[in-house]
Every structure is written in structure tokens, then in C-alpha cells.
């Protein structure tokens, strides 16, 4: 007896560890998680008086801080980071930033971050996918 219930201990055990691994992903929703860092990569650029930088093969690591509407986006290749900029969701899956414009947006869903900010004359791109 005591065999069986070790051998049914150690399936569980084993069932319990599979699905835990499975259940973690890259596929998780920016929009509808209370904590969120994933990894986008892509074309990123930055551009100031002083500075001019632009790759195909760059990232934005983004995370979502604790207000839990406010993200910050940290970029590759020495690109100053985004911090605290405030989302709102907008249909099942996407977050747009509050306040875009024309001019000036940042919109993240599951897949993709596309981002065209401009602040003191400073301008952020990206259009990157995960």
C-alpha cells in the first residue's frame, strides 16, 4: 500500500511540475495580467539634437509597474527608457497609451509594441514583435 501512494505521489508530483512549465509562456496578455516583462524585438530608433540611433535588430524589455496601469519600456543599443507612461486597455487585448495622438502613440497587445513617442524633442520609435 505504502508503494502505491508513493508511486501516485510521485505522478502527481510529476503531473504538477509538467503543467506548471507548459502554463508559463511567452504568450502572456500585457492587458489582462496584474504583473507583466516581456521582451519585444524589432526596429528601434531615438533621436535628439545630439543623438541619432536606429537598428533592425534591437528590443524593448517592458514591464508593467504597480499602479497597474503605468508601463515602463527600457530600450537596447543606449536608447534613454520610457518610464511611467499611463495605458488604457482598449478591446480584449490591446493597451493604448493615454493621450496618443497622431504624432504621439504606444500601443501593446499580445504580439506586437509599436511605439512613435515624442516628448521635448526628443522622439522614441519601435516596431517590434514578441
Known amino acids: 500500500m505504502k508503494k502505491v501512494i508513493r508511486i501516485l505521489g510521485i505522478f502527481l508530483l510529476m503531473f ?5 512549465i507548459v502554463s508559463c509562456s511567452d504568450d502572456d496578455d500585457p492587458a ?6 516581456g521582451t519585444y524585438k524589432g526596429s528601434i530608433s531615438y533621436k535628439d ?3 541619432d540611433i536606429s537598428t533592425n535588430d534591437g528590443s524593448v524589455f517592458v514591464t508593467k509597474i504597480a499602479s497597474g496601469t503605468k508601463y515602463n519600456f527600457a ?3 543606449s536608447i534613454p527608457d520610457l518610464n511611467g507612461i499611463e495605458f488604457e486597455q482598449q478591446g480584449d487585448h490591446t493597451l493604448v497609451m493615454i493621450g496618443s495622438t497622431a504624432t504621439s502613440y504606444i ?5 506586437e ?14 516596431n517590434c514583435t514578441r
Open 113 to 126: 509594441l509599436k511605439i512613435l513617442y515624442t516628448k521635448d524633442g526628443r522622439t522614441w520609435t519601435a
Open 32 to 37: 489582462n495580467n496584474e504583473f507583466f516583462a
Open 107 to 111: 500601443r501593446i497587445d499580445n504580439d
Open 16 to 20: 504538477f511540475t509538467v503543467t506548471t
Open 75 to 77: 530600450f537596447s543599443n
Open 49 to 51: 539634437a545630439d543623438t
